[in-house]
């Protein structure tokens, strides 16, 4: 993470970083726009089962949804916490969602061994194709994000992560919580809306 | 030979892109006229029906992605941080990735050409096979079982990771690093020209990455989403191409709109009539070029309601395009019109434009473009908009940049000779394929029988190949003879009006010694209410940091190709190994200390 | 034929040298479909050649009055005028409305309905042939379309496998074959004759040679034909080389992919009942002969690259193909 971008003179007065991630996470619509459009397209057009509604655990998953939200209070609180030097409970709350995050992950880990258990798989049917490659795409995003979590938690515990780098903290935050609300927005459309 | 390996400095960068991109242009090249001479004559045998479709789906492929893209890009590399008044981009490393990954990208969709054997083909080639635009289902596994396809899918996707990188970088770049007192309408007209691009990029290739996604899911991991035997259908495939081909095509042409915008005015010495409108236009054509995409379909049959609103659509992008025309024409009116060798090809981009996007409004029509869709009219078309546009605007920059990028300027006769042999050349080339498509040739066939009546025709637009072909030998020519014989540049040889006149030919690797302050839009041209800026100091006042240069673009670069080869070779190791490369490459780079 | 017309071609003639015929031009409509695309195209052809004269000769125009001469006095820095781009914002909107119009007009009248009495026909497209089934006459036959002149048709065009496009440029425009999905074209042949046409999707190694033909008839011809298709495959005579043939044929692999009815059922290549009575072979490429066929026979991918029929394994002998040849020829 370059930190002599946010020292440099900007045209718009917003730090280059932050607007290079406004403008991945734009591109990032897109990508899931293209992934839930065609979920959308194929729905019921499987020509043999199982079905979403003989699949879905909803209670399971907004359990699961439940906790990606509270995960995305943690990061508040973590950006809140490193901006006002409290690095004690920066520390805290990074770590705290992070571990959401994995619980998400595991969350989905059990859910997919389960459908797959119930005679789902990516091969199945058109729902197996589209379900499991767009819940599994942001899989891919949680990890990531899991991932820098940790990074930044790491850092935090050798030290090296302080109110100055708020912003890093900050940038990861926007990621996080975009990839919270895109699944809030799968959530509804695969799970609710049968 | 490190410090080019290493190199962070957007010129260097702009200059890897252009001669890289130039080599593809010339593979991509070669592989046009290997077509052309199969189709000289009807009953070609030069090469085989499989070999014959690689060819045109490389050739396609290599043009888009591999030679227009990226000579386009070396020019946003090399210019735009110069035109507005930065350092070098935002994000200099992340540059160099882009570089890096395309670079890499290229070389593996090229490498099918020769690893037939380790594939336990019959022959060399397993080069992609489906078209460009690959349609489904013949790219499932059932219908094209080699390689072939994996190396498109795999190849684009690296591609575009490059572009994706590349659009946010330029997007904070051009919003973000501007010299003080540059508005955004102040920005030259080739910079916004980018902006528009890269926004295009960052929305469009998201699209095609699901499509490629769910093809190579079908591919390897038998799913279904171009199966019509599990309900799917294979037109998914057609949409999220063209959702991403049709801004594709604006991509490839917004750069050399912005090319011609800064040529004409200097030749002219006129300021761009109509700046704003122009690039408001641009942004249009922008917004406009997402709502047209099935004007690509229309055989497909999407019914009459569909074909009218996309009819509509696609017709009134024209009011756009064709407003940019009409201010062109306007700049050159009550001009002082020096006739340099950028200004015959930017001018030449205007006439032929204009034939390509005439022909558009043929089959902007449903109805008639159900007669002229996949035959050599739409052939002709794409020839006269990224030929007769994009190419002819790309040689515009390099004449007129070529100075500042290298020193030294390119020889003006045997540029005029270069000119007049493209310009004869390509109409002889691609003229004929209109009538050759309304006399009822259909695109994509390696071989036709002469009762078609078309012989003649395709030996004329064979010719005309050969002789754009010896236009680009006289550039190289002509590029061989500057590096010893060329006169030496002076910082403005043109008196351009935007600020990468100001500084040397080539800039020093800190571009500007002091940044300058911007009072207009034309700030080295004496205007009415301005007079012309002073160019900053040869000598910059105060020592200017530079940053070091970095390997870790190129080493995370290089875990994407490994990451390629695994389901390419069915080797899982190589996922993790390519995965755990490109994961040390970025913690690397995340952590190195450096400076912008 | 409009004079309008005849300048186009006329243009197309002078510069091949050759003075066709053009079996696949677009410029020769034989249909109301046909038609009606080819007036669209020519109004739009000339509002396109209206535009392309003016703004070239203004380019030309300005490039001439306005080149450098020495002593030109500094060009006045003009930066715009609004009333000009307002006009050349809707001239050309005001041409796209008289292009719009009819288009949308000729999309609506070309949009595949059929009155009740239309002849119905199945096109399906395969890896690389036609196969035309007529549902009400229960009539299977391959790569050649008959159809009678003056009645309208409608074709139900759809794949077997990869996408393909239908495509007899006298009777109208294309329309794709795709996969699970059926789309129609409706047309009425106005002259008789004998149409060339062929694949215009990228369909795979050999889409170059997916071709095809449709022959309109008068009512009684096209009646004719039907009838004779209707019949049973003719039984070759008794100790000639056809009757060998016919042994040939039932005990080598074409059983395997070919319907003869009443011999053989397969349903992967194209239905040989009445293969004699076609024009041509292999979709169009070749005339129906003993020579062509015989050699099709022997090695069809060294005719047709990438073809689903292999060389027979192990070949058949020179004087098998000869009976095969001579059994298929008499399937008038």
């Known amino acids: 993470m370059t930190h002599a971008a946010a020292t440099h003179h900007t045209s718009m007065g917003l730090d280059s970083r932050k607007m290079a991630f406004w403008a991945f996470i734009g591109s990032e619509c897109l990508l899931f726009s293209s992934l839930i459009s065609t979920y959308l397209v194929y729905k019921g057009r499987s020509v043999v089962g199982p079905s979403p509604h003989e699949i879905l655990n909803i209670p399971f998953t907004s359990v699961s949804t439940f906790d990606l939200l509270m995960s995305s209070l943690m990061m508040v609180l973590a950006l809140a916490a490193v901006q006002r030097g409290d690095m004690k409970w920066g520390k805290i709350w990074l770590f705290a969602t992070a571990l959401l995050g994995l619980v998400f992950l595991g969350g989905q880990v059990i859910e997919f061994t389960e459908f797959v258990h119930k005679g789902l798989t990516l091969q199945t049917n058109l729902f197996g194709c589209t379900f499991f490659v767009l819940t599994g795409t942001h899989g891919a995003h949680v990890t990531v994000g899991v991932l820098w979590l940790l990074t930044l938690w790491v850092r935090a515990l050798q030290g090296k992560l302080g109110p100055g780098q708020a912003l890093t903290v900050e940038i990861t935050g926007l990621y996080w919580h975009f990839v919270d609300v895109v699944w809030i927005v799968i959530f509804t459309v695969v799970y609710l809306i049968q | ?596 | ?332």
């Open chain 3, 1 to 332: 034929m409009p004079r309008h017309r005849l300048c186009l071609l006329a243009v197309a003639l002078a510069v091949s040298g050759c003075g066709g015929p053009f079996p696949q031009s677009t410029l020769e409509p034989r249909s109301d479909f046909g038609w009606a695309v080819d007036h669209l195209f020519t109004d739009i052809f000339w509002w396109a050649a209206g535009v392309f004269l003016v703004v070239e000769a203004l380019l030309v125009i300005t490039l001439i009055r306005f080149r450098h001469r020495e002593g030109r006095p500094a060009p006045r820095p003009t930066h715009g005028h609004t009333v000009m781009e307002i006009a050349w914002t809707l001239a050309p909107a005001v041409i796209l409305v008289f292009v719009a119009v009819p288009t949308v007009r000729v999309i609506f009248a070309t949009s595949g309905e059929a009155p009740a009495d239309a002849l119905k026909v199945d096109v399906i497209g395969h890896q690389w042939w036609w196969e035309f089934r007529y549902p009400e006459l229960a009539l299977v036959t391959a790569n050649e379309l008959h159809l009678p002149r003056g009645r309208p048709v409608q074709l139900s065009i759809t794949s077997a496998d990869v996408i393909h496009s239908f495509w007899a440029p006298a009777l109208g425009g294309k329309r794709d074959a795709i996969p699970g999905r059926i789309n129609r074209i409706a047309f009425r042949a106005d002259s008789l004759g004998d149409y060339a046409g062929q694949c215009a999707e990228f369909c795979g190694e050999s889409h170059a040679n997916m071709r095809l033909r449709v022959i309109v008839d008068s009512d009684s011809g096209f009646g004719r034909w039907a009838t004779v298709q209707l019949a049973g495959p003719a039984a070759p005579a008794p100790g000639t080389l056809a009757e060998r043939g016919e042994s040939v044929y039932a005990r080598s692999a074409c059983l395997g992919c070919h319907t003869i009815q009443g011999v053989s059922p397969g349903i992967i290549g194209p239905n040989l009942t009445h293969v004699g009575s076609r024009t041509t072979i292999a979709s169009g490429l070749f005339p129906n002969d003993s020579a062509h066929l015989a050699s099709w026979i022997a090695d069809a991918p060294a005719l047709k690259p990438g073809s689903v029929m292999t060389r027979m394994q192990p070949p058949l002998t020179d004087a098998d193909i000869a009976a095969l040849v001579a059994y298929l020829e008499g399937l008038r």
């Open chain 2, 1 to 596: 030979m490190k410090r080019w390996i290493t190199t962070t400095d957007h010129k260097r960068i702009g200059l890897l892109y252009f001669w890289t991109a130039f080599c593809f242009f010339l593979v991509g090249g070669l592989e046009a006229l290997l077509i052309r001479l199969q189709l000289a004559q009807p009953n070609g045998h030069l090469v085989s029906a499989e070999t014959y479709n690689q060819l045109f789906t490389m050739h396609g492929t290599t043009m888009v992605f591999l030679a227009l893209m990226p000579l386009s890009a070396s020019f946003f590399n090399y210019i735009v941080p110069l035109q507005i008044g930065a350092r070098d981009v935002a994000f200099p490393r992340l540059n160099a990735f882009s570089y890096w990954v395309f670079l890499l990208g290229g070389l593996l969709l090229n490498a099918s050409w020769l690893v037939g054997p380790l594939f336990h083909a019959p022959h060399w080639n397993v080069a992609p096979n489906g078209g460009w635009f690959g349609y489904a289902n013949l790219t499932e596994r059932q219908f094209s079982p080699g390689p072939n396809i994996d190396f498109w899918l795999l190849g684009l996707q690296i591609l575009g990771i490059s572009s994706l990188a590349a659009g946010f970088n330029f997007i904070v770049t051009i919003l973000n690093m501007r010299a003080p007192g540059m508005k955004m309408l102040r920005v030259p007209a080739f910079s916004w020209m980018t902006l528009v691009t890269q926004f295009l990029v960052i929305t469009a290739f998201p699209v095609i990455t699901v499509g490629l996604v769910f093809l190579m899911f079908d591919r390897f991991f038998g799913t279904h989403f171009y199966v019509a035997t599990a309900g799917a259908t294979p037109l998914l495939w057609q949409h999220l191409f063209w959702l991403f081909g049709h801004p594709e095509v604006y991509i490839l042409i917004l750069p050399a709109m912005g090319i011609v915008s800064e040529v004409l005015p200097t030749f002219a010495r006129k300021p761009l009539f109509g700046y704003t409108v122009v690039v408001f236009s641009g942004v249009l054509i922008g917004f406009m070029g997402w709502g047209v995409w099935s004007h690509h379909m229309f055989a497909v049959g999407l019914g009459p309601i569909a074909d009218s609103v996309f009819a509509g659509t696609t017709m009134l992008i024209a009011v756009p395009t064709g407003v940019k025309i009409f201010n062109w024409i306007a700049t050159l009116w009550g001009g002082d019109i020096r006739g340099s060798t950028a200004l015959h090809f930017a001018v030449g981009f205007i006439a032929m434009f204009i034939i390509g996007g005439l022909s558009g409004v043929t089959h902007a029509s449903p109805p008639a473009d159900l007669q002229q869709t996949d035959t050599y009219y739409v052939v002709a078309h794409i020839h006269y908009v990224l030929f007769g546009g994009t190419v002819l605007g790309l040689f515009a920059g390099i004449y007129y940049w070529w100075p500042k990028m290298t020193g030294r300027l390119l020889g003006e006769s045997l540029g005029k000779w270069h000119f007049w042999l493209t310009f004869v050349g390509m109409n002889l080339a691609f003229f004929p394929m209109h009538l050759i498509g309304l006399l009822g040739m259909p695109r994509r066939i390696y071989t036709y029988t002469p009762e078609l009546g078309v012989s003649a025709l395709n030996l004329v637009s064979t010719v005309g190949a050969f002789l754009i072909a010896v236009a680009i030998l006289v550039f190289l020519v002509n590029v061989l003879r500057t590096r010893t014989h060329g006169r030496p540049a002076p910082n403005d040889p043109w008196g351009g009006a935007t600020l990468e006149w100001s500084i040397p030919s080539p800039p020093p690797v800190y571009n500007f010694s002091v940044i300058p302050t911007v009072a207009s839009r034309l700030p080295r041209w004496k205007t009415e209410r301005h007079e012309p800026m002073r160019d900053p100091p040869a000598v910059p006042p105060a020592p200017i940091h530079v940053p070091p240069g970095s390997w870790w673009p190129l080493i995370a670069a290089l875990g994407l190709p490994v990451l390629a080869l695994a389901p390419l070779t069915h080797t899982l190791w190589l996922a993790f190994l390519g995965a755990a490369i490109l994961l040390v490459g970025i913690y690397r780079w995340a952590f190195e200390p450096f400076e912008a």
